[in-house]
């Protein structure tokens, strides 16, 4: 995360610190913790007037018509309010952001959120900048941080005991260390006083269970299990709505849009879902590879997650399921279909990239290969047409790499002869798909040749990805196969 420029690498404390950590009257409340809840989160419910149930249908027209006006109103109204607050209300500002990304709005105002939080940033720079609580601290270090704005965590130094640990008289600022321990989330390697803040907080927050109602427990538990930083605002966004509530006048307004957009959510991605499984079953490669997994919904989860903050971008997650479903089926003809020798054809036609390398392909095998071509290559005229380059050889490139570690692999399984960590983690990084995924993203975002981004871009980014997603895949297993003692490769 870079930090703000000509600034100061360490938001360190100034002379104006030293009343963080006192007693003040928090921020106004965007999560009730009382025990009777006034709101609760009804997708059925009518919004403005307009009944959802004819969205998933065929609506007509007229009804198209009146729910995006409306649709539009909101979206100005809460922007009015949010450059009225960012003037007039740094605390409830930031209060306001944070609503608005846990609504899942966030892509509405994306200026209008950067200018908040780097004016509030570059105040803090130079001077205190009026958070003393620890919701408040905490909510503006987790926004800082984000965005890209470095803050120290020693600004929680602050709500430490003269003995150097959290004091226990937190426990009683049950909103305070729910947003601690979100911020905590956002650690460097090295930041001791994260990982502190994250163990105390959840600490305290499991020891307060027992005396909470339902609806704060619920909340908690929620927090501790899914953190914002690690999930999808748009995915989890009902149980927040369900809680959004207090004084602050424009909750209402925010509830009904982001209902409203969940709406309009479901009704694109039902409509690119359709045409996705027309394209599955057209291809018949489910019935032709019987051991192959058929999970159409959840490969198409992936690229809607992954694209998940603009509904423009229908054929990028349309074209992008497909990468994503071959990725899923060439992954399985390596793991439990096909003999040693057909995957080394196999992976030699792939690098080859030529249709007449079918004819040396077993009978199973020429179905899928042919589909991938045209299908790769029907994503590479999209993007020509689209951006104005051709990218099919990074395309094919990134298919050679994801074939060749698959037969890596097999080489071991079949040799017996076990890798090291290094030379497993390294293969196993490509073996993902992250890299065949990335690229294609790219390129269907319009950020290829020409687009500023270069295959070697592209490759260094998946690199950090891959090694999350095998890593985190390979502790989930690992859980599984130690009962066993089932070693999958070799420390060293």
């Known amino acids: 995360m ?28 965007i999560l009730s913790i009382s025990s009777t809840r006034k709101h609760k989160c009804d997708v059925n419910a009518t919004v403005g007037g307009i009944a959802p149930t004819t969205i998933s249908g065929c609506p007509p027209q007229d009804f198209q018509e009146k729910f995006a006006k409306e649709y539009e109103q909101k979206i100005e109204e809460i922007r009015q309010v949010l450059q009225s607050k960012g003037e007039d209300d740094p605390s409830e500002s930031l209060v306001l952001v944070d609503a608005i990304q846990r609504g899942g709005l966030s892509s ?79 650690s460097f390697q090295g930041e001791l006083i994260l990982d502190e803040a994250a163990s105390f907080s959840s600490h305290l927050l499991r020891e307060c269970l027992p005396e909470m109602d339902n609806d704060l427990s619920r909340i908690i538990t929620g927090k501790l299990k899914y953190p914002y930083h690690k999930t999808i605002a748009k995915l989890t966004r009902k149980d927040f709505l369900q809680d959004l509530e207090g004084s602050n006048g424009w909750a209402k307004t925010l509830r009904e849009l982001a209902l409203m957009d969940l709406r309009k959510g479901q009704s694109v991605y039902q409509g690119e879902l359709a045409q996705v499984s027309k394209w599955w079953n057209e291809l018949g ?40 479903a071959f990725v899923y089926l060439i992954d399985d003809i390596f793991d439990v279909v096909g003999t040693l020798d057909e995957l080394t054809i196999f992976t030699e036609a792939v690098n080859k990239w030529e249709y007449a390398a079918i ?42 790499s994801l074939c060749n570690a698959y037969l890596m692999e097999a ?28 690229v294609h993203l790219f390129f269907l975002s319009g950020l290829g040749n ?33 009962n066993h003692h089932d070693m999958e490769f070799v420390i060293g």
């Open 2 to 29: 870079a930090s703000c420029g000509g600034l100061s690498n360490f938001f360190l404390p100034r002379p104006g610190f030293a009343n963080i950590g006192k007693t003040y009257e928090p921020v106004r409340l």
């Open 450 to 482: 020409g687009g500023g981004i270069g295959l070697t871009d592209v490759s260094r980014l998946a690199s950090s990805v891959a090694t999350i997603l095998r890593l985190w895949d390979d502790l989930g297993s690992a859980k599984l196969k130690t």
């Open 285 to 324: 490669l489910a019935k032709e590879i019987k051991l192959a997994r058929n999970q159409l919904l959840k490969w198409y989860t992936w690229s809607m997650s992954i694209l998940i903050d603009d509904f423009s971008l229908s054929l990028q997650r349309v074209e992008l399921t497909k990468s994503i």
């Open 411 to 438: 080489k071991w399984f079949a040799s017996g002869d076990l890798p090291t960590a290094a030379k497993y983690l390294e293969n196993g990084k490509v073996t993902t798909g992250a890299y065949v995924v990335l």
């Open 108 to 186: 509405h105002y994306e200026q209008e959120i950067g200018t908040i939080l780097r004016k509030r940033y570059e105040a803090s720079c130079s001077c205190t900048y009026g958070y003393y609580c620890l919701h408040d601290v905490s909510l503006f270090f987790r926004l800082l941080r984000e965005h890209g704005l470095y803050i120290s965590p020693d600004v929680f130094n602050n709500f430490k005991g003269k003995d150097g640990r959290f004091r226990r008289n937190l426990r009683q600022d049950i909103r305070g260390l729910m947003e601690l321990y979100e911020a905590a989330q956002l």
């Open 359 to 400: 004819d040396m392909l077993p009978d199973y095998m020429k179905m899928c290969y042919r589909a991938l071509l045209d299908t790769t290559n029907g994503i590479g005229h999209e993007i020509y047409k689209r951006h104005g380059y051709d990218p099919i050889d990074s395309l094919k490139t990134s298919w050679g």
